[in-house]
């Protein structure tokens, strides 16, 4: 189950949401369409089932552990799965809305891969990619358990999946070990 969704800035400073909208979701503003992280930590839920770690790098028919969707497309919203560089393999992420995570469906279950196979995973607090007041790494729930871990988008949001400006909603949701899929949760981020 996720514990924390939200942002930070590259240095893993964790940014204090800006308001929350009509259904309860964090906004978070930023003054870039790039230059930050999306950070997803989750825990083992009423199962009690470790979190899943996999995030495949190509499409090989399994779908991701973390399922994270933008409801307009980043950077050029290509549909290549993992584009992710070096130059000049280079693409953003399509877009879903609303959310689909039927990931039977191979354009679904693609997407998935491509947002996901973007982000690392911290299994120990003291290696997350966010820091706390005192700038030591830590994670960002204050939520922690020793079965706790981190997703993070690493580095950090370029050009190549820079937001729209506008509002964009992220919906993650987590996939245990066993396959089990944990409850969706959504932000906003805001670019003016």
């Given at each position: 189950m996720i514990t924390y969704f939200g942002i930070a800035e590259s240095s893993g400073v964790v940014q204090t949401p800006s308001s929350q909208d009509a259904f309860l979701r964090n906004v978070f503003v930023r003054p870039l369409q790039r230059n930050f992280l999306i950070i997803v930590e989750a825990k083992p839920g009423p199962n009690a089932q470790a979190v899943g770690q996999n995030l495949p790098q190509s499409d090989d028919g399994t779908p991701p552990d973390l399922w994270i969707e933008a409801s307009r497309p980043l950077g050029d919203g290509s549909s290549d799965v993992c584009d992710k560089g070096p130059p000049p393999d280079l693409g953003g992420v399509p877009a879903f809305e609303p959310p689909n995570f039927n990931v039977d469906l191979p354009n679904v279950r693609g997407a998935l891969i491509d947002f996901a196979c973007r982000f690392?995973?911290?299994?120990?607090?003291?290696?997350?990619?966010?820091?706390?007041?005192?700038?030591?790494?830590?994670?960002?729930?204050?939520?922690?358990?020793?079965?706790?871990?981190?997703?993070?988008?690493?580095?950090?949001i370029g050009s190549e999946v820079a937001l729209p400006h506008g509002s964009t909603v992220f919906t993650a949701r987590v996939r245990d070990k066993q396959g089990g899929v944990g409850d969706p949760v959504q932000i906003v981020v805001q670019v003016p």
């Amino acid at each position: 189950m996720i514990t924390y969704f939200g942002i930070a800035e590259s240095s893993g400073v964790v940014q204090t949401p800006s308001s929350q909208d009509a259904f309860l979701r964090n906004v978070f503003v930023r003054p870039l369409q790039r230059n930050f992280l999306i950070i997803v930590e989750a825990k083992p839920g009423p199962n009690a089932q470790a979190v899943g770690q996999n995030l495949p790098q190509s499409d090989d028919g399994t779908p991701p552990d973390l399922w994270i969707e933008a409801s307009r497309p980043l950077g050029d919203g290509s549909s290549d799965v993992c584009d992710k560089g070096p130059p000049p393999d280079l693409g953003g992420v399509p877009a879903f809305e609303p959310p689909n995570f039927n990931v039977d469906l191979p354009n679904v279950r693609g997407a998935l891969i491509d947002f996901a196979c973007r982000f690392q995973v911290h299994v120990r607090s003291d290696d997350a990619c966010t820091v706390n007041s005192l700038g030591n790494f830590r994670f960002a729930s204050t939520t922690i358990t020793s079965q706790t871990i981190q997703f993070c988008f690493e580095p950090a949001i370029g050009s190549e999946v820079a937001l729209p400006h506008g509002s964009t909603v992220f919906t993650a949701r987590v996939r245990d070990k066993q396959g089990g899929v944990g409850d969706p949760v959504q932000i906003v981020v805001q670019v003016p």
